[in-house]
């Protein structure tokens, strides 16, 4: 029975984000209007939801129901890049020291263990305060700040991989060492770089989230969710919808993948 | 190892736990609390930061100058609301013919709130101070004037040449060359008096011990929570300051200070925020209590005259005409003036007369079309990150997008906004602003537009001989007439060829309570809290 | 060693500047190297050792940072109406003519001896600076981590005992949607409703006990949600495990074998979680020190690094990183004496 809400989870948790791709995928169709231009005279003055603007309009006199929207394309693209990133950096990192050990492991874990002493969104912050803001460097920033976690979990499976009798076996017969990484040893820990993949992607949402309410994060007027509510904070008193609406899609955009990670993870575990 | 719980006590004394842990951190610091007795006459203000120094040689910023104009005195200082010169420290002054030599005669009475008396050779330590590499102070500039300056500062001489004190109430400037201004360079918080023997016992900390001869002095300094002055019971002006002490809350957001107005916790907001604007201005009784200045700024866009396309005047002027002044006046709620030239009103010199360029989109296109820019180009907009200047360069996107130009917008931190647009081909145009320090149009036209600053403060690389020799001229010249006459006509000049597209100039409104009395703004200077008394709430 | 291995958790809430438990993957198991008779001591200078070593990467890693930063600090201290010449005399007497070593070893010897130099746009000392601002950031971080063990005990063990139950999978989604929740927004709608439409909490600001509510809650109530499936994580592992299920055939109730045997173990995960993520915490909490206006490091950090102010920026990074290897030794050292199976100085 478990075994189905398992699944359940992870079902739920793959529907939210397959609507988020199809947003971000349609969002030229779905947006009633162009974020970044004015469609209503609100300068300094936002309008609440109305049947002309379901999520109202902000001080720009921009349309919050199609930026909510756009912004999911900059959010996926963002969360999945960074996660591709994290995990590629990690992979590696984690499959060398665990496959390698001795030397190698102690230079990668040393180097893993003074990267986490750092705090993540200290030093994010300070990389892209230095390069600047924009998608790359918030990409490049986000991914090398996450690949620890990856790195740990990976290099732990891949000890208790390298211990199995058929690893032993063809190194013993004098495999070497890339092929039996890449034919053995990578496709058994693919399952929990899956998952992580899941998991991190909701992470480096949120990182992505934080950057752009700290200013940080892909510069105006491409509408990110988090800089929305950095925006909206101003108005937090007389116009409180401006930051409810950015953050139930990042709310839910993060709740998305937890489910899907999760679900998928405890699939496998089970 | 713990022994076992009962299910639900479990979780039941980690709540509990939580619970009394919660409570014991929260005895922590209180608020304002009943630091003074029933009857006091406090002033309590806020600020979003903490107050960065009070230490007149290194503060430049408006929260610094706030306090250093109260807890310290200049020879000469500016009326409440006005920016006419009044005596200070100096009873008179004399200011020779040629602009060279300055004698000013100190008053007797005044003391530091530590009992001394104040004499000219505090003024001296006070500039040799901000003259000196190891303070690092920003002011430097406005003293290297002074003959001997440089000798001083490269530490060939003890103290700076230019300076007499033939008696301790007298004190003498001898300038390299003629100033007509440096008088007002002499009211500005850098060249306060500042007794030596406090600075030498605190060192770099003296910013937390402040000692000056002003009308308050600093008694508590909590950083990032509280700042308190009280008054300074050796202050030479009779009666006066009229308020026992001033309580400044550090760290309280806009918002924040708002509510607390509105809860009576709070008697002056410095600065309404946006999203209440509307609704003081709509709301009778709070319209009433507000107060506002034209702040001697202007807020401009600067194009870097040396890179393509910015080279051509025909591109700048489009941009002039493409920009919607009263959009972005709007966008600010009001709290603004479309801005018509370099200068702002307020300033001697400033032309009401003058018409800047008006809205017309239409024109820009041509003028487009003509510098063979017809398809349009794209470039970066540097400014810096903050949420004020974000929202007015997203409404210029969007205004130049209407006539084919493409805006990317570029926030940086202050730091490297600054050393970026001080080089020649990085940055091609920018938004910034120019806050007046003193009451001349050479502070914008000299400044930011001389061929001289070039790396410096002109960082739209403008240059135009004409111009350059009206303002050269003006500079020396002491007869203000004729000097305002010339920095007009070298106003046109650079109006006509838009190395700028000046943008509006700020309006400050704040708000106080209706028991505070005498609060006047200054155009140039923060609020003087010496006239300033409340009433029983 | 036995510990497990999975990755049972969601993603950690960036606000509490996630830290993957230690003592489970890259704990040095080296046995046999310290002399036998001393073998904590060894193991405890092994520790420090290592521990110097990651504060001094870290250090060099800031301040390379810092200075392959493309903003002059001279800039950044002279202000918008310097000139060059100014400029230079600033770059001379600061020292930034000289080369980066000969800069970074004068640094470092200065760090040791606690000077951690002047903020260039506060002029104070930086170290001053940091202890100012620490006990906001401390109580807040305090506050918060134990209400979020309690939530998330509460949550973790009913969710346990009742397991593959409705509830459980209640207490599940509810966990995961803690953990989803950003939290600056949730900071905000915090702040909206308990603010301003209930009136009862101060605005921000670190002033009394009511003014701590809000940001506690902020902050606990993400971790709650993960340590809630930690734990939970943890109890179920025990619970499968033979010992429990001995003590059920023994006839106790399904609920009390749990807490009786299982807690205990199962607590150790957390605990060391706990511990790191107090060491994050107190490094600031940006995020929320920002949203309410906490005067603590977290903001403190921010305002640096938005004005470029390496040294504080430095002076920052180092301290919280500081506290991170304190609090790995703690909870390194913890963990071992709590546990006997795993410490590494008895041969195993």
Known sequence: MSGMRKNRLAAVGGAMVMSLVLVALFAPVLAPHDPTRAVAPTYGDPSPPSLAFPMGTDQLGRDVLSRVIYGARVSLTVGVAAMAMTVAIGVMVGLMSGFFGGAVDFVLMRLTDVMLALPALLLAMAVVAVLRPSLFSILLVIGLVSWTQVARVVRAETLSMVQRDFVIAARALGAPSPRLILRHVLPNVAPIIIVMAALGTSGTLLLDAALSFLGLGVPPPTPTWGRMIEEATLYFRTAPWLSIFPGIAIFYAVLGFNLLGYGVLSRRAR | MKRGFDRIRAPLAAILLALTVFAVCGCGDGGDGAIFPRGAHVLRIADVDDVPTLDPAAGYDTESWTFEQAIFDTLVRYGDDNVDLEPDLAESWEPSADARRFVFHLRRDARFSNGRPVTGDDIRYGIERVLDPATGSRGMEYYRGIAGAADFAAHRTAHVAGIETPDPWTIVFKLDSPDPIFVHKLAMPFASAVPREVVERWGEDFSRHAVGSGAFMLKEWIGGQRLILVRNPFYFRKDLPRLDAIIDSLGVSSELQWLKYEAGDLDVVAQIPPAEFPYVMKTPRLRSLTRKKTTVTTQYLGMNCRMAPFDDVRVRRAINYAIDRRKLVALLNGRGVVATGVLPPGLPGFDPQLKGYSYDPALARRLLEQAHLANGFSFELWMRADATALMLGQSIQQDLALVGLHVELKPVAWGPFLEAIRQPHTVQAFVSGWEADFPDPENFLGTLLSRRQWGANNDTFYFDPNFQDLIDRAAATTDLTIRYRLYDEAQRIVLSDAPWASLYYPVVYAIVQPWVHDYVLNPMRPTRFERVGVSAR | ?348
């Not at chain 3, 489970?24 to 070593?53: E, N, Q, Y």
């Not at chain 3, 409705?166 to 905000?188: E, H, I, K, Q, Y």
């Open chain 3, 1 to 348: 060693m036995r510990r497990s291995s999975r990755m049972s958790l969601p993603a950690h809430p960036p606000a509490a500047i996630a830290i993957a438990p230690k003592p489970g993957f890259a704990a040095p198991c080296s046995r046999g190297a310290f002399s036998p008779d001393k073998p904590m001591i060894g193991f405890l200078i092994r520790r420090l050792v290592f521990g110097a070593a990651v504060l001094l990467g870290t250090s060099i890693l800031t301040f390379t940072i810092a200075f392959v930063v493309p903003a002059d600090p001279a800039v950044a201290m002279a202000g918008a109406k310097a000139d060059p010449q100014t400029l230079a005399t600033i770059r001379r007497e600061l020292g930034l003519d000289r080369p980066l070593y000969i800069q970074y070893a004068r640094y470092l010897d200065r760090a040791i001896h606690g000077d951690l130099g002047r903020s260039y746009i506060r002029r104070e000392s930086v170290t001053r600076l940091i202890a100012s601002r620490f006990p906001a950031t401390a109580v807040l971080a305090v506050c918060a981590m134990a209400l979020s063990l309690a939530l998330g005990i509460a949550m973790g063990s009913i969710a346990a005992a009742y397991r593959a139950s409705p509830l459980d999978n209640a207490l599940l989604v509810l966990s995961l949607a803690l953990v989803s929740m950003p939290v600056f927004w949730l900071g905000t709608m915090l702040l909206i409703a308990g603010g301003l439409y209930l009136r009862s909490f101060p605005l921000g600001g670190f002033a009394g006990p009511m003014s701590l509510v809000l940001p506690t809650l902020t902050l606990a109530l993400g971790s709650a949600g993960y340590y809630s499936r930690v734990l939970h994580t943890s109890l179920s592992d025990a619970m499968d495990q033979d010992y429990v299920r001995t003590a059920r055939g023994k006839g106790l109730s399904g609920g009390q074998a749990m807490l009786k045997h299982a807690m205990a173990n199962a607590m150790l995960p957390l605990v060391t979680l706990a511990g790191l993520d107090l060491a994050g915490m107190l490094s600031g909490v940006v995020l929320t020190e920002t949203v309410f206006n906490w005067p603590g490091i977290g903001r403190l950090a921010f305002e640096a690094i938005f004005n470029l102010d390496i040294p504080l920026i430095m002076g920052t990074v180092l301290f919280s990183a500081f506290l991170v290897v304190v609090a790995n030794l703690v909870v390194d050292i913890l963990y071992a004496w709590l546990d006997p199976r795993i410490r590494p100085w008895e041969a195993g």
